[in-house]
Structures are given as structure tokens and as C-alpha cells.
């Protein structure tokens, strides 16, 4: 489903699993024809965030999903897209400090604290990373969330 207001696509998977970060851009492509440019996968996934040691984040497996490590968002991997002046759009102050806000959240919080959390999905060498962009939790203002994908 396009979204022409960011240059995205929003892509439902038919399963609980992550998308293929790294055979995406190939079948991409390959739909694609070469009009678009694939620019990355955002994901938006609903779990309980755990602190883990120091300042790290995460998000446990689930079924068909394997665990993922929070880390905030760059810049230059926000793939919602500016069509006048084709760039990236940048990030905003709420979408730059937005790692930061959950991590006191997950800190304060008395238990386990259920969260949605958007933004970009990358493999590192450490596993499989969400760019926090954004993020809602219960009796927390909601913060735009949808899942899609840069074209």
C-alpha cells in the first residue's frame, strides 16, 4: 500500500517473521523495474522491552521473530523520503530523542514494559537492530506508528 506523502510502501507479512533486510533489495528491484530506489525496511512491532546491561535495549524473540536489540535511530538510515528536495527527511526532535525517552521508561518501569516501537530494521554483526523512531506504551501518548518500507 503506497505512501506517497514519504515516498513509502506499507508491506503486511503473512507471519509473525521479519523481513529479509538483505534479499529485499533484490526482489525489490525486481518489482520495482528499476523506477525506485530501495532505501530500507521500517518495521513497527509490538513486545515487551527489556533493559539489558549498561544502556542496551531489547526486544526477546518471539515464535517466528528472533530477538532484536534497540539502538536510537541515524539519520541517515530514516527512509522516509522529501520528493521536493529529494533527500531523506530529517529527523525531527521527538524522533532524535526518542531512544532515550524509552530508555527511562524501561528504567522506571515497576515490570516488564509492553511497547509498539517503529523505525528502521538492520542486520549488525551483533544481531538484528530496530532504530527506535518512535514508540508508544500504555499510559504513554501514542506516537505515530506505521510500518513501511523506502522506495
Do not use: C
Request: proline share 9%; aromatic share 6%; net charge negative.
Amino acid at each position: 500500500m503506497p505512501n506517497a506523502a514519504d515516498s513509502t510502501a506499507y508491506v503486511y507479512l503473512q507471519d509473525d517473521g521479519l523481513p529479509d533486510v538483505a534479499a529485499w533489495p533484490a526482489q525489490f528491484a525486481v518489482i520495482a523495474n528499476g523506477i525506485y530506489k530501495f532505501r530500507g525496511v521500517e518495521i513497527t512491532i509490538e513486545g515487551p522491552v527489556k533493559a539489558n546491561m549498561g544502556t542496551t535495549l531489547s526486544i526477546p524473540a518471539s515464535g517466528a521473530r528472533p530477538p532484536l536489540i534497540l539502538q536510537p535511530i541515524q539519520a541517515a538510515d530514516k527512509i522516509q523520503w522529501d520528493l521536493e528536495t529529494g533527500l531523506s527527511k530529517p529527523l525531527d526532535p521527538f524522533e532524535q530523542s526518542a531512544f532515550v525517552r524509552l530508555q527511562d521508561l524501561v528504567r522506571n518501569a515497576p515490570g516488564s514494559l509492553e511497547v509498539t516501537v517503529t523505525g528502521p530494521l538492520r542486520q549488525s554483526a551483533d544481531g538484528i537492530v530496530l532504530e527506535v523512531r518512535q514508540f508508544s506504551a500504555p499510559d504513554h501518548s501514542a506516537i505515530r506508528s506505521k510500518s513501511s518500507a523506502g522506495h
